[in-house]
């Protein structure tokens, strides 16, 4: 069990590009969650993945955003013409399901948006 | 919508000492689970301990306990022996369950509250 892990963990990009983020969840864990963190909050869920069905999205996940788990293992997030408030700690998470519920996080992908 | 309330932005407690952190939560669900989760600066979010609301036994995982008062929708977080390595923004978090608990549907998304700083001080 190798954890969650995210890359990259620091991106820097001017505003109106485009972004793109992977998450490897914890291997045989068929959930997956993409959360993001801006400073001095908790962190605020964006979408769900059971396997490669996306099942929930946040109002917050605008037209800018897409998320993917093409074979139901990695995930990707991408950002098109980001903008300065996407600046943010995006999270991923994952969970064994269906009784096994706890989300374990990775590390998270640092976007500074200029 | 679900809501999660902590309401100590700051807290320090001195090594060794036992310090209680609150939280308060509002929903209209009667099943759910309840989370704090540990942030050290600059690394990631771990999970400290659970909750499952149907259970009326307060969780226990070493040296950090829970106290669950379901009625008042209050869920507060007791580190005792402070140590150094629990420096760190501690979250309380929110999970509703929608389904059966073996069926693998439902929504399982966190809430999370705003977190508060807790500092040890050697």
């Known amino acids: 069990d190798t954890g969650v892990s995210q890359d990259p963990r620091h991106k820097i990009t001017k505003r109106g590009q485009n972004v793109t983020f992977r998450c490897d969840p914890i291997s045989e864990h068929n959930r997956l969650y993409w959360y993001r963190q801006t400073l001095g909050q908790g962190p605020e869920f964006l979408t769900y993945f059971q396997n490669e069905a996306q099942l929930e999205k946040s109002r917050l996940l605008s037209d800018r955003f897409s998320a993917e788990r093409p074979k139901g293992s990695f995930s990707t997030l991408e950002i098109q013409r980001t903008e300065q408030g996407d600046s943010a700690m995006y999270l991923c998470?994952?969970?064994?399901?269906?009784?096994?519920?706890?989300?374990?996080f990775g590390p998270g992908t640092r976007l500074t948006v200029t | 919508a679900q809501t999660v309330t902590q309401s100590q932005p700051e807290m320090s407690v001195q090594e060794a000492e036992t310090v209680t952190l609150s939280c308060t939560y509002d929903t209209s669900e009667n099943n759910y689970y309840l989370f704090w989760y540990k942030q050290p600066p600059s690394r990631q979010m771990i999970l400290v301990i659970r909750?499952?609301?149907?259970?009326?036994q307060n969780a226990t995982e070493n040296r950090f306990s829970v106290n669950f008062q379901k009625a008042a929708k209050s869920f507060s977080l007791k580190i005792s022996d402070s140590q150094l390595g629990d420096t760190a923004m501690y979250f309380c978090?929110?999970?509703?369950?929608?389904?059966?608990?073996?069926?693998?549907?439902?929504?399982?998304?966190?809430?999370f509250g705003k977190g508060t700083k807790l500092s040890v001080i050697p």
């Open positions: 909750q499952e609301a149907y259970k009326q």
């Open positions: 978090a929110f999970m509703k369950h929608v389904g059966s608990r073996y069926s693998g549907a439902g929504s399982y998304q966190l809430t």
């Open positions: 998470a994952s969970s064994l399901g269906p009784a096994r519920y706890e989300q374990y």
